[in-house]
């Protein structure tokens, strides 16, 4: 499990760390910093191009000296070493790229790479998280039609080729990953017990949607069925909720699917009533399938779903003056700080878990619009 990341001079991360837990929660305004953690942690494991390297310059946090992007990663290795992965991107006035990278066993150096054509070898980092891609599944995407037979065994970040994954997961992997996610689907959901797939035409609007090489493609929709009504439900009559219950498990499922599953804002789209059910549903799949999860939130039912896990909240915040984001752990530099100073004082200290999403709407976290 990833346990600390630490980034220099990545666009507003002038210089932040966290230490991670099995499920952490991002909060703050937006342009606080939050996407662009994920965007750090994505960017690492990108085989990258020049023009993304000045891209990156372009929007890093120094643009009028030499640019250098530093990440370091932290793991235990069965709790009995640490791997400490330091990467390092330096691009000069010139516009000349440097890339580096060294692996730590506890403190002893035992890989050092370095390339000054702008790419290096990741595998070493994707051994440990998988690909990293920043989803944010979008119901609108979802429940349309889509091309089959295009050979899609990764999900997009906003899911939009679901049919595509599923139709290739039922012929190419019937046992251990097309039946597992209709079983996960049966167990959420119990009124569902099967996926079903079924051939359309393509209407004028899947036109305007997929290119024309994609409109050529046979077209599939799906929908999830109860066999004793004998009754299907097809994806554009399915709730936002259920459709992303369907993307998660589409994404655990991959053939490769991440150890580190970097999700934003879980909550947009979805029901405040069905919020709690999306949240305890990624609870469950990071326990069950041992994946670690970080996720972003402007969502006070969210937050209220960590008070026992305070430890696992950061708190994103921007310094007026500089632009620069700062980071907070809600247990360590909120909760611990202000019940020390309430006993010094004498008085009740502040019972800030008992209701943390007001807690942090009326401002007593920090991590609000100023």
Request: hydrophobic fraction near 35%; charge should be negative; charged fraction near 30%.
């Amino acid at each position: 499990m990833l346990k600390r990341v630490s980034i220099q001079n990545f666009k507003s991360l002038k210089d932040v760390t966290l230490d991670l837990q099995k499920v952490n929660l991002l909060i703050g305004p937006n342009n606080s910093g939050k996407t662009n953690f994920l965007k750090a942690l994505e960017y690492m494991v990108k085989d990258n191009t020049n023009q993304a390297e000045l891209e990156y310059k372009r929007l890093s946090f120094n643009q009028n000296a030499e640019s250098q992007i530093k990440i370091q990663f932290e793991y235990d290795h069965d709790q009995d070493y640490k791997v400490n992965i330091v990467f390092e991107t330096k691009i000069n006035e010139s516009s000349e790229i440097s890339k580096s990278y060294w692996i730590y066993q506890d403190k002893e150096l035992v890989s050092h790479k370095r390339s000054d054509r702008g790419a290096y070898d990741t595998n070493e980092l994707k051994s440990r998280t998988g690909e990293l891609k920043i989803y944010k599944p979008d119901s609108n995407r979802i429940d349309k039609p889509g091309p089959v037979g295009t050979g899609e065994e990764v999900v997009n970040a906003d899911a939009s080729n679901i049919v595509g994954f599923l139709d290739l997961m039922l012929s190419r992997y019937r046992r251990n990953i097309f039946d597992q996610i209709e079983l996960y689907i049966h167990q959420c959901i119990p009124e569902f017990d099967e996926i079903k797939l079924d051939d359309v035409q393509p209407n004028d609007n899947l036109k305007k949607i997929y290119s024309e090489d994609k409109i050529n493609n046979s077209f599939k929709r799906f929908g999830l069925a109860n066999g004793k009504q004998n009754i299907t439900f097809w994806s554009n009559e399915l709730s936002e909720g259920t459709l992303y219950f369907l993307a998660l498990l589409c994404i655990i499922h991959q053939p490769n699917p991440p150890k580190l599953l970097l999700l934003e804002e879980p909550e947009k789209g979805i029901h405040p009533r069905r919020i709690k059910e999306v949240v305890n549903f990624i609870f469950r799949l990071a326990d069950e399938k041992d994946i670690q999860v970080i996720m972003t939130t402007h969502s006070p039912i969210v937050l209220d779903m960590f008070k026992d896990m305070p430890e696992s909240v950061f708190i994103f915040d921007k310094n007026n003056d500089e632009g620069a984001t700062k980071v907070k752990n809600l247990q360590r530099d909120v909760i611990e700080p202000d019940t020390k100073r309430s006993e010094d004082l004498g008085i009740e200290p502040p019972h800030y878990t008992d209701s943390l999403g007001d807690s942090w709407t009326v401002g007593f976290l920090g991590g609000v619009p100023k």
